[in-house]
């Protein structure tokens, strides 16, 4: 099976993920997908205040930024981003933030979860042998 991810096709993901490994985790609603790469793109406007920068560090432009994190707001039908005061920046509003916590603590627990899976499965598999 070829990797998707590969030194020449970053993915969605990019070089600088914030992710880091284990579970990431694919919802669908409503016809939208809303996965890693779009939450990943939420938190790091969180982190950084702008959707402008956020999108310079995943390697995208601001349209195409815009319009993924547009996804997410048709999905739930709620804003997720909010204007700051005088138009400087952007930022998460309190509906995203609790997306954002409730996803990645989801595939934290998932992450967890398939490792104590993987573990167990694999002391059945050697007790098989014997």
């Keep these: ?5 590969t030194t020449s096709n970053l993915s969605s993901l990019g070089q600088n993920s ?3 490994n284990g579970v990431k985790v694919k919802v669908y609603l409503e016809g939208h997908m809303i996965g890693p790469g779009k939450m990943e793109l939420l ?3 969180a982190k950084k205040g702008s959707v402008r920068s956020a999108a310079k560090v995943m390697g995208m432009s601001i349209r195409r930024a815009n319009l993924l994190l547009k996804t997410i707001e ?7 981003l909010e204007k ?7 930022k ?12 990645f603590d989801l ?4 992450s967890i979860e398939s490792k ?8 059945k598999k050697v007790k098989s042998k014997r």
């Design 1 to 5: 099976m070829k990797s998707r991810l």
């Design 18 to 20: 914030i992710i880091g």
């Design 43 to 45: 938190k790091l406007v």
């Design 74 to 80: 048709d999905a739930f039908h709620t804003p997720i």
């Design 84 to 90: 700051k005061m005088g138009n400087k920046g952007t």
């Design 92 to 103: 998460v509003s309190s509906f995203g933030k609790d997306l954002l916590k409730r996803y």
């Design 107 to 110: 595939c934290k627990h998932l």
């Design 116 to 123: 104590e899976f993987i573990s167990w499965a694999y002391q």
